[in-house]
């Protein structure tokens, strides 16, 4: 092959090379992108109740995100099917989650993150008593509501 043969064929496959390479760069930084929000969304609630559904959405994007790393798969599969289980056992369910939340944290290069960082959790007081006022108050509507057989509208008298 000569030399003005080679610079021809270079000329030709640089910037399709380039654009080949553009494109797998984009591709993995999207997969990385999509694991890192799926395990910033599973550690923001990791211990929030009730669930907030970004959170239960993320587990159930497991599978697909994390699909190369079969040991995250693994757990998610543990955890899902303690989920299942009557009665629940919560002290299962969190060792389980922490180890997937783990596992998650190394795959993507958290090496330092620890099982004891991600158990620690910080929630308001007023967010809990916020949520128990709530509590009673949907209670207590139910109650009045079940027990209400009708309501009776009064018409007010218009002022002129």
Do not use: C
Request: neutral net charge; glycine residues 2%; proline residues 4%.
């Amino acid at each position: 092959m000569d030399t003005q043969t080679i610079n021809i064929i270079a000329v030709i496959s640089g910037p399709i090379l380039a654009v080949l390479i553009s494109l797998w760069l984009q591709s993995r930084k999207q997969k990385k992108d999509a694991q890192q929000h799926l395990f910033l969304t599973l550690m923001a609630y990791r211990k929030s109740y009730p669930p907030p559904s970004a959170w239960v959405e993320s587990l159930n994007l497991i599978d697909v995100v994390f699909a190369k790393y079969s040991r995250v798969v693994k757990l998610w599969h543990e955890y899902y099917d303690l989920l299942h289980q009557k009665p629940p056992n919560l002290e299962s369910w969190d060792h389980k989650y922490l180890e997937l939340l783990s596992e998650i944290a190394k795959s993507l290069g958290y090496k330092k993150l620890q099982q004891i960082d991600i158990d620690k959790f910080y929630t308001p007081i007023v967010h809990g008593d916020q949520m128990t006022l709530n509590t009673k108050i949907q209670q207590e509507w139910l109650r009045v509501l079940e027990n209400t057989e009708r309501f009776l509208v009064v018409k007010k008298d218009e002022e002129t």
